[in-house]
């Protein structure tokens, strides 16, 4: 573990790609190198919000709390720095997510069942998310069949595709409108 950068200050829940074991998170093992990140350990939300795969099983997770499952994820502590590339990998200037706020608790016993007996008692902090961005998030919703999952895993991300080998004469947007409009498996 290196030494933890006082400008690391900004907390970032991650559920998907950018999570150890998964092909994005290259970038995170590189800010962590730099000291630009510090992972902060395993946490679930506060609240129930779906987390689906559109397009080439990309995972997003959309704001709609209440629907969905408690999510599972990785929390990072990211300096301004290291925010900024996370940003561009997540295409925000682009309209591919948004990065808001969200509620968070230590996952404990890494089931999403949330039968602690007192869980009030649990700290909570808050952070920030990757969101579907909100221009298609209700339609990637209805695509999903309104059903989403607890924990982006192996499973889940069976038939992941990664950027540089999906068609490159359309952008993300042009694939996601091509996905919610498909019919559902």
């Known amino acids: 573990m290196g030494v933890e950068n006082n400008n690391c200050t900004n907390l970032i829940f991650t559920y998907g ?20 990140a510090v992972f902060k350990g395993t946490y679930r939300t506060v609240e129930k919000y779906p ?14 709390p209440g629907a969905g499952h408690r999510v599972t994820g990785e929390l990072y502590a990211v300096s301004t720095r290291g925010l900024a590339r996370v940003d561009e990998l997540e295409g925000t200037s682009r309209g591919h997510y948004e990065r808001l706020p969200i509620q968070l608790m230590p996952a ?21 998310s990757y969101y579907a961005h909100k221009s298609y998030e209700k339609e990637m919703w209805k695509r999903n069949g309104r ?19 999906r068609p490159q004469n359309l952008t993300f947007l042009d694939h996601i409108r091509i996905f919610i409009s498909s019919a559902s498996d």
Not at 20 to 32: A, E, I, K, T
Not at 51 to 64: I, S, T
Not at 115 to 128: F, G, I, V
Request: negative net charge; hydrophobic residues 30%; aromatic residues 10%.
């Open 147 to 165: 059903e989403g999952f607890w924990i982006y895993s192996e499973k889940e991300a069976k038939g992941y595709v990664k950027r540089k080998d």
């Open 17 to 36: 790609t950018l999570k150890r074991g998964f092909s994005n998170h290259v970038l995170l093992q590189d800010l962590m190198r730099t000291g630009d």
């Open 108 to 128: 404990g016993n890494g089931n999403e069942s949330g039968n602690e007996e007192n869980e009030e008692d649990l700290l909570t902090c808050a952070a920030e």
């Open 51 to 64: 987390l689906v795969c559109g397009p080439y099983r990309v995972p997003f997770l959309l704001n709609m």
